[in-house]
Nanobody
Framework: QVQLVESGGGLVQAGGSLRLSCAASGRTFSTYAMGWFRQAPGKEREFVAT????????YYADSVKGRFTISRDNAKNTVYLQMNSLKPEDTAVYYCAASDIKYGMAYRVLEYDYWGQGTQVTVSS
């Protein structure tokens, strides 16, 4: 069982930066692929980024590539999402998720086993 708690959301002007954190409980954190998703009002939850168990492999949605960076610290049971050059269209609730896919990465909602409660990110124009 893994419990996930996100933090770091807030209100920021366009062009600004935020760093989201996701603290995980459980001794097996380092074996999970981790991901970030987001959901804007009236829209489906969409993939943002994923990272494999070691942190050496990452993958991003085209909409955030070059602006967002996912990373993890297995010693701290934490995954991060550094968001730079934020745009109003990045406004959404951001969710952290864990996938028991072992050594790969996961890109779809259905591939994830555990979810956090979400943190709101609002980017003003």
């Amino acid at each position: 069982q893994v419990q996930l708690v996100e933090s770091g959301g807030g209100l920021v002007q366009a062009g600004g930066s935020l760093r989201l954190s996701c603290a995980a409980s459980g001794r097996t954190f380092s074996t999970y692929a981790m991901g970030w998703f987001r959901q804007a009002p009236g829209k489906e939850r969409e993939f943002v980024a994923t990272i494999n168990w070691s942190g050496y492999s990452t993958y991003y949605a085209d909409s955030v590539k070059g602006r967002f960076t996912i990373s993890r610290d297995n010693a701290k049971n934490t995954v991060y999402l550094q968001m730079n050059s934020l745009k109003p269209e990045d406004t959404a609730v951001y969710y952290c998720a864990a996938s028991d896919i072992k050594y790969g990465m996961a890109y779809r909602v259905l591939e994830y086993d555990y979810w956090g409660q979400g943190t709101q990110v609002t980017v003003s124009s």
